[in-house]
Every structure is written in structure tokens, then in C-alpha cells.
């Protein structure tokens, strides 16, 4: 539910609607609202969907989202591109204040906020002896990104950049009629479009694509029409 929620949370925000239109959205996604301030992440909207009205009439839902894309196709658009951004922007930054979390993360939800785990055994992590520095560098990675500051350096650790790789694999087996190749990228590409239906920025969620890429290179090279040697 997370594309049509933010997009019929988009269209009750900033579109006019019938009134018959406005009350459904609001009696399905009454936390539309929150879309004001998050419109990267669906988790405001979704959280406080009405599953059981939902579960009652789902024809009611299909047809409220159906009809209101069609009336309003623009801000539907805008609504996808603006939750995807992070899965096809190579350039995009990071921390996302609109995502309302980081790009990926260093300690686990226990070490974050422990309060909200009272009564529970948290286990403790401590850095491996001599490798504290790492512990360190990963921290301020994470929470500092302070690569985001470096140009060129900020671009490959972007999860938009991984889709364009694919992309221009397939231009070169296609443009050099190695169309058997392309079974290779069939997964990613798979688990790619499943990620935009979604949407979720984080870095471990793209990360197998990611490992494909030295794959993708080595194919290149292997099919590559100019002398190596």
C-alpha cells in the first residue's frame, strides 16, 4: 500500500476532490497528513491504513485510487517520483530528512533508543581489539555522511547509480547483438521493479544488485569488440 497511499495522500493535500473523494481518503488513510512532512517514505500514511475497510470492500479502494489517478495523473506521478527518488537518482543526497531515516545504519534500533526496550536482554556489541577505528569510520559514515561532501566519491555509494549500470549494460549487449547476455541482469532488474512498488532507500535492499556489477564488467569486457591485448 505504499505508492497509492502516498498518492492519494498527495491528492487530498494539494488537489481539489469531490467530497465523496476527500471522505473516503480520509476514512482509508486518516494520518494523510503526514505526508507533508514525509514524502519519501510511505511509513506515516501506511501505518494507519484502514485495512479493515479495506478487507470489507477492497473493489471501493481500487476504484477511489483508479479514479483519482486518472483525474489527477500529474500528482500521481510527482507523489511516485518524489517516494522512488533514492532507486533512480544517482545524485541524490543523503541524510534524506524526508525519509525520516538514514541511507543505512551502524547501530541496531536496542543501541539507538535502549528505553524502548525495557525488560528486554540487549546484547551489548563492542569493536574487535585494534579495530576500533573501524567501528568509528562506520559510525561517522553512517550518521555523519560526510562522503555526501566529496563530488564523484558521493555518487558511488548512491543506489540510483546501480540502476543506470543496468541500464547500460543492456544498451551495449543490445546495441551488439549479445541479446543472451541479458539474462543476467533479469534478477536485479526483477528485484529492482519490486523495490518501486515498495519503496524502500535503504543501501541493503539494493546491496545484490550492487554485487552483480563486477559481473556486468567482466561480461562487458569479455564481449567487448576492441582488442584488449
Request: proline share 6%.
Amino acid at each position: 500500500m505504499s505508492v497509492p497511499c502516498v498518492q492519494l495522500s498527495r491528492t487530498k493535500l494539494y488537489d481539489d476532490l469531490s467530497e465523496k473523494e476527500e471522505k473516503l481518503i480520509e476514512e482509508y488513510i486518516p494520518d494523510y497528513e503526514n505526508y507533508e512532512k514525509f514524502q519519501a517514505i510511505a511509513d506515516g500514511m501506511k501505518n494507519t491504513f484502514n485495512s479493515t475497510k479495506f478487507k470489507e470492500n477492497p473493489a471501493e479502494f481500487i476504484r477511489l485510487w483508479v479514479q483519482v489517478g486518472i483525474e489527477h495523473p500529474v500528482t500521481y506521478i510527482d507523489a511516485f517520483a518524489r517516494i522512488t527518488i533514492g532507486l533512480w537518482y544517482p545524485d541524490m543526497n543523503y541524510r534524506d530528512e524526508s525519509a525520516a531515516h538514514p541511507y543505512w545504519e551502524w547501530l541496531s534500533t536496542g543501541q539507538d533508543d535502549p528505553a524502548r526496550f525495557e525488560g528486554y536482554i540487549l546484547l551489548e556489541r563492542k569493536p574487535v581489539k585494534l579495530f576500533e577505528w573501524l567501528s568509528k569510520l562506520n559510525y561517522s559514515l553512517t550518521y555523519e555522511n560526510w562522503y555526501q561532501r566529496i563530488p564523484v566519491i558521493s555518487m558511488m555509494f548512491s543506489s540510483g547509480l546501480v540502476i543506470w549500470c543496468i541500464v547500460f549494460y543492456m544498451l551495449y549487449m543490445i546495441y551488439y547483438k549479445k541479446y543472451k547476455q541479458l539474462i543476467l541482469i533479469a534478477s536485479p532488474l526483477a528485484l529492482w521493479f519490486s523495490l518501486l512498488l515498495g519503496p524502500v532507500v535503504l543501501y541493503r535492499y539494493v546491496y545484490p544488485i550492487v554485487l552483480t556489477i563486477p559481473v556486468m564488467l567482466a561480461f562487458i569486457l569479455n564481449f567487448s569488440p576492441i582488442d584488449l591485448e
